[in-house]
């Protein structure tokens, strides 16, 4: 029999559906799971939910298929986006019903308990509100007022097994010919898109050659496609501030039509002012500014509590060897227990997080059969030494062998060493898993991966680490579930348990055992962005829009076709940074054209319609690629790195550019050419991508596709006016500018008091750039800044046009963004030109709490 999944922003509304649907049905009927609500109380929708939701009904089907019945609103995106995150023979067997939701659950559930296969309850859910329908149409009801259409007709409004049917005399975009184009038409006014800005955008749309075909449908309500000159349709998509319309035409004029489109949307389709100009002062529209926050996963970037730690393993040295065979057979048993544990964390990853966590317990695995390590450990069981000894000797004397390695991402692989050791431990002594004692901010010298995704959130507030750094797995694992986590604080924590600390992850400031004042301020911070954190969540699909009616992109960075994922469910307008060499990272071999097409269509699916900026291989200083050997030198961040790496021997980079040209025919992209210091650096990439395009069988690069650099060495950025001639966008890449321009390696935890990109000097360059790009070429900042609410304004006053985060922080600093006008960060960002130093910058974008910054020396804390 089939399984049901409830999915609905309120938890108390699926429970009475589930109950009226079990009531309604004689006997047995379906399995009923829930996906509802963020908590007991609060509205909202979560995909790993849904996803877990998906699962369970699985199994409870055998494979029978699982019909998902939904709300409204993100009810549909999260749905959509748990499809991406199960197994795909497992979404395979999943259908999303438009159906009306109580409707919808009775009527399935009725069918299926009848022995109904998964198609047939589907259609019966979709007629469920058939009857109710003609009841009140045949009674003088508003029947055809609700459906916009004849009484009794059922529109599926999601593409997918049950098509909407296309009405007599509805235009299509389906006919062959060239891709469609489509854009995006945010709903700004307060009435959003009532009868008269309806009008205006048939009008505009009508003024269009009528061998143009428009069609438009409401992405955040999922109502539509609708033809666009058509009043009646363009009505009936209920368009209310805040959602968001796609609009998708063909034809020879299909350019300018949307170009217009997107002016009018600009305007509040003619219900707002026109944003008044910078020169002319603040414009009447304008509202005090509000500190924005910044989330480390999804979660908040700070936490306050008393000490709490982990149980302590007892000396492995103090425990007696038996013979050398039962020693060896203790050994191979607990190695298999502990791989088989892993394979669980790894299930549980996928299913929570995404692939590229889930491959972190995938590779610790691959260490339990490493023979390096195994083969150490039965040498020392052969020479009289007990299993647990043995095993512990051989898993430090690996993981020194990691930390003696130059490259800092490398070292900090030693922790995983540890990681699957210490899980091996503990079979071998038999004990359980580690337990973190009470609640409160759990201190350990490293984050495990295991017990990263093991943490229960409602008990454990944060994490501090003695040692270690940002990019260790654990680290990864707790920030992707939403966790604060400090790294690298060394001998501060040697505390008594129960002692409060306080520490914000954002800026490193740890306070420990701080007095009334700093912690009243610390629990008033807590509070704050756990409120604004909420406010961002809810508008996260809304555009950033200033006070004075300017748009700013928010895009996301993006390392993984999962962070894909996350930053489109957290309302990303497009990915600003697509960090290839991340991406692949973990390939033995350089991927082939066919395979970074089908990555890179993968990508630009998950952001339509939105544009992707790919970024060229990276490779080199802080980048290692297994397929690409890296220059050895005494300083690779000053060697082949970039672009510059493929000068002499471009094949790999001819291979990446053909598939990005390739996939940028149907879809939007942006090409971004990193390390970019000269006029001739930029004539090399234009000559290697028409080679490319050439390769594809391209007359030359697509006419849609983007082309920038990177502008993150001090020469591009002062001579940009020269580089961008003719180019579509620069991106300014602070983290490598603040590093060349303060000589000061960005990696060195010793430096982080001469790395702030901050500095007045840093961003004297951004405005500079902003203020000496030729005309037409947009200005994007994908720095670890742009992830910081707090300088989200100040970036943009420094003339930035277009932000790109880290996925998570994106609904926050859209928030932020919203909270003022232009003409007010144009205003702060010239007091930060002005300011002394990179902690008079600080104090006057973020509040007093704030105010230890990275110039002030510290031990470890995260990289900006």
């Keep these: 029999m089939i399984s049901l999944v409830v999915v609905s922003h309120s938890r108390s509304l699926a429970r009475a559906v589930v109950a009226l649907a079990h009531a309604t049905v004689d006997g047995d009927g379906p399995h009923l799971e829930m996906a509802a609500g963020l908590d007991e109380e609060t509205l909202g929708t979560d995909a790993t939910a849904v996803a877990q939701a998906l699962v369970r009904a699985d199994t409870a089907s055998g494979g029978d298929g699982v019909l998902v019945l939904l709300d409204l609103g993100s009810a549909v995106l999260s749905a959509e986006m748990a499809l991406e995150l199960v197994d795909p023979q497992l979404a395979a067997r999943v259908v999303l019903s438009p159906a009306p939701l109580v409707e919808g659950v009775v009527a399935a559930s009725a069918s299926a308990a009848a022995g109904a296969d998964l198609w047939t309850c589907a259609r019966e859910a979709e007629a469920a509100q058939r009857a109710k329908v003609e009841h009140l149409a045949a009674g003088g009801g508003a029947g055809d007022a609700a459906l916009g259409g004849s009484a009794g007709h059922i529109v599926n409004e999601r593409p997918g097994p049950h098509p909407a049917p296309t009405g007599e005399g509805t235009r299509t975009c389906d006919a062959p010919g060239p891709p469609a184009r489509s854009v995006e038409l945010p709903v700004l006014a307060e009435h959003g898109l009532h009868a008269r800005p309806a009008a205006r955008l048939v009008a505009r749309a009508g003024a269009v050659a009528p061998d143009t075909t428009v069609l438009v449908r409401n992405r955040t309500s999922g109502r539509g496609p609708v033809d666009a000159l058509s009043l009646s349709g363009v009505a009936t998509l209920d368009a209310r501030q805040g959602h968001v319309l796609v609009a998708e035409a063909r034809g020879p004029r299909s350019e300018e039509v949307l170009a217009a489109l997107v002016e009018l949307a600009e305007l509040g389709f003619g219900d707002l002012p026109p944003a008044e100009p910078l020169a002319d002062g603040p414009p009447v529209l304008s509202v005090a500014r509000e500190p924005g926050i910044a ?103 690996a993981a020194g062998r990691f930390e003696e390695l130059d490259d800092p991402y490398q070292r900090e692989r030693a922790l995983d060493v540890r990681s699957v050791g210490e899980r091996v431990l503990r079979e071998l002594l038999g004990l359980a898993e580690p337990e973190v004692a009470g609640e409160g901010v759990l201190v350990v010298d490293e984050l495990d991966p295991g017990l990263a995704l093991a943490l229960d959130p409602g008990r454990v507030h944060g994490v501090l680490t003695r040692h270690g750094g940002t990019t260790g797995h654990g680290v990864l694992v707790a920030t992707a579930r939403g966790m604060p986590v400090l790294t690298g604080v060394g001998s501060r924590l040697d505390v008594p348990d129960g002692t409060v600390v306080a520490f914000d992850a954002r800026n490193g400031r740890l306070e420990v055992d701080p007095g009334p004042q700093e912690r009243a301020e610390f629990e008033e911070m807590v509070t704050r962005r756990r409120t604004e954190r909420e406010q961002g969540l809810r508008d996260a699909h809304v555009p950033a829009l200033t ?64 544009d992707v900026t790919i970024r060229t291989w990276d490779a080199g200083a802080d980048k290692p690629l297994a397929f690409m050997p890296a220059e050895e030198g005494r300083n690779p961040f000053l060697g082949l790195r970039g672009l510059r790496a493929f000068v002499a021997q471009p094949a790999l980079l001819l291979d990446q550019l053909e598939a990005i040209c390739r996939v940028a025919v149907d879809h939007p992209l942006r090409v971004l050419f990193p390390m970019v210091s000269t006029a001739d650096d930029v004539r090399t990439a234009r000559s290697f991508l028409a080679r490319a395009a050439a390769r594809a069988g391209l007359p030359g690069p697509p006419e849609g596709l983007g082309v920038g650099i990177m502008v993150e060495v001090p020469a591009a950025a002062l001579c940009v006016g020269t580089l961008a001639g003719g180019l579509d966008f620069v991106s300014v890449g602070s983290n490598d500018l603040a590093q060349y321009v303060l000589a000061a390696e960005r990696g060195s935890p010793a430096l982080a008091a001469w790395s702030d990109p901050l500095e007045p000097a840093v961003l004297q360059l951004v405005r500079h750039v902003a203020d000496h790009v030729p005309p037409g070429v947009a200005v994007s900042f994908c720095g670890a800044s742009a992830s910081d609410p707090d300088l ?12 790109s985060a880290t996925a998570s922080a994106v609904p926050m600093v859209k928030r932020a963004l919203r909270a003022g006008s232009t003409w007010e960060y144009r205003e702060l960002a010239d007091r930060a030109l002005a300011a002394p130093d990179a902690a008079a910058v600080r104090e006057l974008v973020g509040p007093a709490v704030r105010g230890a910054a990275l110039s002030a020396p510290r031990a470890g804390g995260t990289a900006r």
């Design 547 to 610: 006070a004075d009616h300017v748009r700013v992109r928010v895009k996301a960075n993006v390392a993984s076709l999962a962070v894909a994922r996350a930053g489109a469910g957290q309302g990303a307008d497009g990915a600003g940074l697509v960090r290839t060499e991340a991406v692949f990272a973990r390939w033995r071999q350089a991927p082939t054209v066919e395979q970074q097409v089908e990555v890179y269509a993968a990508l630009a699916e998950v952001f339509d319609p939105h």
């Design 792 to 803: 989200a304004g100040l970036l943009v006053g420094l003339g930035v046009d277009e932000l």
């Design 295 to 397: 989330v480390t996963g999804s979660g908040l970037d700070a936490a306050i509590g008393p000490v709490v730690r982990l149980d302590v393993l007892p000396d492995p040295h103090g425990v007696p060897a038996q013979d050398a065979g039962v020693e060896s057979d203790r050994l191979r048993v607990a190695l298999e227990e502990s791989g088989g544990r892993l394979e669980e964390l790894a299930d549980r990853a996928l299913s929570d997080l995404g692939r590229g966590e889930a491959e972190v317990f995938t590779a610790q695995a691959t260490l339990l059969r490493d023979p390096q390590i195994t083969g150490a450990a039965t040498e020392r069981i052969e020479g009289g030494s007990s299993a647990a000894g043995a095993w512990w000797d051989a898993v430090a004397e």
